[in-house]
């Protein structure tokens, strides 16, 4: 039941204002939403309407510090003659103005209790009998995120429409004897990190409505400035032509460039047939001497009729300290292996497996996606506002990854990362902005011989309290359903260890569950 529903703006307005967003945003406007669900407890003595009351109110606050976000996410007009910023669909916040559509604030109730939903943190991460090998799994498929996020459409969503829409989206869902509060964006305006940006500020500043005084926020003040991503990239990206030579250095990095335009003709599903064609500039104005090159997509490894499951895996501290040993000790193995370099290894091994495709000479990828942040020159803050982020891949005949041992499959992923310097980065940026169009391009993929990773690592997502108290007993990123997505976070339980969200076709789920209980 929906209890009320409006827009929000921010406490004190500021002048209206024109912000272009950066070469990276432009890339990932076709993603979906960046979100996240946070399930808690509520105590006994909070009621409910104090509760909503105290979100709302310090929401408004907090959205002060993030005027933008309840603009018009807009496409920039487009200008031949113009910067890099105004050329063809490259999207343009615009906010300050008395039309700005605000922030969708939907308060709605549903009569289930959080043990309904889903177990306790301690429970998920014990569900099964976890060994030193064996991790903890959660099958999470009655797990039902729409229940939690608005249904209606972000503005951009499908790449045309805008006019009215939000660009961010709140719902508070009054569950019996606790509460829920869902966060889903537009992802060019905000990735996971610049989401936990704003959620440990509107923390903050909850708490302090309920007389708490915590000592200061879990992050620092942000940093909206699209420009100073733009500014890293290397060469004349405002010129009317590439440099070659940077382009050259762009394309022998490991992106893989798989085009949208050419998706149906390649066997891809007709429903993406819109968002394509709203991503095409007019026929007449396409030139098609500029558009970039591109890979075939493997469509047919993406099968969209097969259901896919959704599991929470819990790997402990100490299981974690011994897959980076093990790394460490192998045969050739780099020394400097992290944790989650030792722990990706593993999973992709482990899903390959879990596909059957030990005896298969196609290629599978592991596609990683990286933060742009600590990657470029100068280096930009933690709370650089945004989605600076791109898709890098490790890949291999399905085989050999099946036989590889840990390490070497953890030193590819090392090295994979370790080559994106100041200097390729500079160089990947000039190559996107000189983009026909920035949604063309996907640098990763799903279906059975693909993984998607990302990480969410190091934003601490369970020291998120709006009350004084209160940890949350569940955290969901959102996710599409969808064969191949693996998302990666700090656990709840305060052993050390990380848990893995992990989406896979549900033969493939069930031989990955059944490789870690014999």
Aim: hydrophobic content about 40%.
């Amino acid at each position: 039941m929906v209890i009320e529903s409006t827009r929000l703006r921010p406490a004190n307005q500021p002048i209206p204002t024109s912000t272009p967003l950066s070469i990276l945003d432009a890339t990932v406007v076709r993603f979906t939403p960046t979100g996240g669900i946070w399930i808690f407890n509520q105590p006994t003595d909070l009621g409910q309407k104090t509760l909503v009351d105290n979100l709302r109110t310090s929401f408004i606050e907090t959205l002060s510090k993030f005027p933008q976000w309840a603009g018009q996410l807009q496409w920039a007009p487009v200008n031949p003659k113009g910067n890099h910023t105004e050329r063809f669909n490259r999207p343009l916040i615009v906010y300050g103005t008395d039309t700005d559509p605000g922030v969708e604030w939907t308060v709605v109730e549903h009569p289930f209790r959080a043990d309904e939903i889903v177990p306790t943190a301690e429970e998920r991460a014990s569900s099964s009998s976890t060994t030193d090998s064996q991790p903890g799994a959660w099958v999470g498929d009655d797990f039902d995120q729409k229940l939690f996020l608005p249904s209606n459409p972000l503005a951009l969503a499908n790449l045309r429409d805008y006019a009215g829409l939000p660009a961010m989206q709140v719902q508070i869902t009054l569950l019996r004897g606790c509460y829920a509060i869902g966060i889903q964006m537009a992802h060019c305006l905000a990735d996971a990190q610049t989401l936990m940006v704003f959620v440990h500020l509107w923390a903050y500043s909850s708490k302090k409505q309920y007389g708490h005084q915590p000592e200061s926020p879990l992050m620092d003040e942000p940093v909206f400035d699209p420009a100073m991503l733009d500014r890293c990239a290397a060469g004349d990206i405002d010129g009317p032509e590439p440099d070659h030579s940077l382009v050259q250095t762009a394309r022998k990095l490991p992106l893989h460039r798989y085009s949208w335009w050419n998706a149906v003709e390649e066997g891809g599903p007709q429903f993406l047939t819109p968002t394509t064609e709203n991503s095409k500039p007019p026929p007449a104005e396409i030139d098609y001497k500029r558009i970039s090159s591109s890979e075939p997509a493997p469509w047919a490894s993406w099968d969209f009729s097969k259901k896919v499951r959704y599991t929470q895996l819990h790997f402990t501290g100490a299981q974690l300290s011994t897959f980076k040993a093990m790394a460490l000790h192998s045969p050739g193995g780099r020394c400097d292996i992290s944790r989650l370099d030792a722990l990706l290894a593993h999973l992709w091994i482990a899903i390959t497996r879990a596909r059957g495709q030990a005896e298969s000479s196609r290629p599978v990828y592991m596609n990683l996606s990286l933060g742009a942040r600590p990657r470029v020159s100068p280096a930009l803050p933690d709370t650089f506002i945004g989605s600076p982020l791109f898709l890098t891949h490790v890949g291999g005949a399905a085989s050999s990854v099946c036989r590889e041992i840990l390490g070497e499959t953890a030193s590819r992923i090392r090295e994979t990362m370790r080559g994106f310097t100041a200097d390729t980065v500079g160089a990947m940026l000039h190559d996107a902005a000189h983009e026909v169009s920035p949604q063309r391009l996907w640098q990763g993929f799903l279906g059975s011989e693909h993984t998607i990773v990302t990480s969410w690592l190091r934003l601490r997502l369970y020291g998120v309290d709006f009350v004084g108290g209160d940890k949350p007993r569940y955290v969901h990123a959102v996710m599409p359903k969808m064969d191949g997505c693996v998302q990666v976070m700090d656990s709840a339980v305060g052993d050390g260890g990380m848990d893995v969200a992990v989406y896979l076709e549900e033969v493939a789920t069930g031989r990955l569950l059944d490789g870690y209980r014999s």
